[in-house]
């Protein structure tokens, strides 16, 4: 039987199987894609926690559903999601690398010059489904700051390892790394 890390987030339960993510670490596996009834029960949580923002803006993939469903309870027009590479379709794109615990390797993180010019002058939030090192945050802030906009949250449903120490940041639920 394959080894489990059970948690509770927003009332919901589940059980996230346990990755072995290098020699030295493991972790507790948090996909919310395709999870309806954990995102739909952690959105209004966190949109709770969070100050007055204007757009809320995450990167490919796995929080899209999440800024979906909170963009849709706060009743915003869009939401922004910086993609993992330049599409064919996008004028002058602000990029910038990170590299994540979950891929460790570099990824783009980009906004098309649209999206940039909707955010210049806006109070963003950045939304993630965990923080565990930060970097990926880092990297979307750095995208707003280059766009023109003022970062005024950074939230997740988790925030894993040491992450759960940060006062900059909102989240749920703590998830140890193992």
Known sequence: MKETYSIK????????????????????????????ELVCAA???IIKKLPKVDI????????IPLVFEMSRL???????VARKSIKPYMNAPIVD??????????????????????IKGKRVAIIDDVIS?????????????SAG????ARAAILAEGEAAKRKDII???????L
């Open 149 to 152: 906009g003022i970062v005024a």
């Open 74 to 80: 706060l009743k915003m027009e869009k939401y922004m």
């Open 56 to 63: 809320l803006l995450t990167a490919e993939a796995k929080g």
């Open 9 to 36: 987030v927003a009332g919901v339960t589940r059980e996230l199987p346990i990755v072995q993510i290098n020699d030295s670490l493991r972790i507790a596996s948090f996909v919310i894609l395709g999870d309806t």
């Open 171 to 177: 989240f749920l639920e703590h998830l140890p790394l």
């Open 97 to 118: 690398e990170v590299v994540s615990i979950t891929t460790q390797d570099k990824q783009l993180l980009c906004l098309d010059e649209q999206d940039a010019k909707y």
């Open 133 to 145: 090192t930060g970097d990926s945050i880092r990297a979307l802030e750095r995208l707003v700051e």
């Open 43 to 45: 959105a209004p949580e």
